[in-house]
């Protein structure tokens, strides 16, 4: 199975985090929301099922990539007011200019080599300005956490092929690879973050 490959979760992906997560995972990508106001082209990446389309404001003009048919086929049915251009690819392979790019619990699914590459081209989509969204996980600090962290990636490394072993500091990468961090709301969980960078 190649890597990083959710269409064999993608009908139960939605149920599975809603059972660990409750609305909290929700809850914290909707935090990136506000920041949308000044945005008109936006990029999401690993969108997933498109939980989100939903809640997207109508004045903006999104381009959807995600690389498994499967949730991209689910994300297609989720309505939204915002216009949408959905494409089924990598994220390394997509070109294109935008005010903002979205990051919804999608740089976890890197190790720090490949996360470090997807940075790089993400900075690379960027217009001069422009922002990074990003909601995710981050390091656990207490036992409890940790080993749900664990068991997460044991379940997405048989199911997905996940290619990262473990959590890793996404906000520190990103901070290394040409992103000033402009604010970062704490979740109330403290496995979660959602950040906004701007493209140094
Ligand atoms: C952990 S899921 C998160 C889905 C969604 N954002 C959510 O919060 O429910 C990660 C998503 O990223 C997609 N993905 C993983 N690697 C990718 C890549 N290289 N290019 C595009 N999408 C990718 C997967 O197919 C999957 O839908």
Known sequence: MKSNDF???????????????????LRAERQMLPYLSASKKVLMVGGGTGKLLPFLPAHIELTY???SSKMIGQAKKRSSKARIAFVQQDVLQHQGAYDT??????LDCFHQQSLVLVIQHL?????????L?????????????KWLLAMMHTFFRLTTNLQSKSLIDIDGWVQ????????KIESRSPLLFTARYIKK
């Open 7 to 25: 269409n064999r979760i993608a009908p139960m992906y939605d149920a599975m985090a809603w059972l660990v997560f409750g609305g909290r995972l």
């Open 101 to 106: 790019v979205v990051a919804p619990f999608f």
């Open 133 to 145: 969204l990003v909601t995710d996980f981050q390091p656990a600090q207490r036992l409890p956490e």
């Open 65 to 67: 990539v995600e690389a």
């Open 123 to 131: 900075h690379t989509l960027i217009l001069p300005g422009g922002q």
């Open 176 to 183: 290394k690879h040409g992103f000033e961090p402009f604010e």
